[in-house]
């Protein structure tokens, strides 16, 4: 069985701060993906992120930063210099790369609010 | 533009009324799958489709059906909506299960 924890469930900071977005995943398989995606208040899901479980290189896009260590099973997303626009649900998720069933596994969420 | 769209964005209807909800992609994906988002539980996904005429159950497919007769069409049908089904759903597509899945706009459906 594969697990996302969204362990914050919401976080709320001030306009300019650095925030990270916790995620932790359980699974058994030895290939696998990890995803971030973004909800902001319109609804839509964006995509943001894809690491493979091969690859533990951090990333950085801009204001965003993602810190992936196996040895914690973490993929922790950081935006830095935050802005009122980064307010959104943010999602963790995992696919399996070796069993079959199920496409990605969502963490529940965590909602940013950036206060001006 | 590449996209998945989904029809209708709302509805509103009541409780055993048949509906479907419709999901088509431009991108010549092979993967498409159907998630329900509740608040507190993330998405979860409802049923998947590997191809044409290829469908199986994901986490909660109980009272939702779905064909896939074409590669770019994945309709979600409920056949007898229940209250416990009001909730907002996302049709998503990919090029293959564990490539990026990207997302059509939701559609809020709320069953009285």
């Known amino acids: 069985a594969q697990k996302v924890t969204q362990a914050q469930t919401e976080i709320s900071v001030v306009e300019k701060e650095d925030v990270t977005l916790d995620c932790v995943y359980e699974?058994?398989?030895?290939?696998?993906?990890l995803f971030w995606y973004k909800q902001p208040p319109s609804g839509e899901l964006v995509f943001l992120i894809r690491r493979n479980s091969f690859d533990e290189q951090n990333e950085i896009s801009g204001r965003y930063s993602w810190n992936f260590q196996k040895s914690t099973s973490s993929f922790n997303f950081t935006i830095t210099a935050s802005q009122v626009v980064d307010s959104a649900v943010y999602f963790c998720a995992l696919s399996s790369g070796d069993t079959g069933r199920r496409a990605l596994t969502f963490g529940s969420g965590t909602r940013l609010q950036v206060q001006p | 533009e590449a996209q998945v769209t989904q029809n209708p964005r709302y509805l509103i209807t009541v409780t055993g009324k048949k509906l479907t909800v419709t999901c088509s992609q431009n991108m010549n994906h092979e993967y498409m799958s159907w998630y329900r988002q509740d608040p507190g539980l993330g998405l979860r996904q409802i049923y998947y489709s590997m191809n044409v005429e290829v469908t199986d159950k994901g986490d909660v497919p109980e009272g939702y059906k779905v064909s896939r007769k074409e590669k770019r069409n994945f309709p979600l049908i409920l056949e007898s909506p229940s209250p416990n089904q009001t909730s907002l759903y996302f049709c998503?597509?990919?090029?293959?299960?564990?490539?990026?899945?990207?997302f059509g706009p939701g559609t809020r459906l709320t069953v009285l």
């Open positions: 998503a597509s990919s090029r293959t299960r564990t490539d990026t899945q990207y």
């Open positions: 699974t058994r398989d030895t290939t696998y993906y």
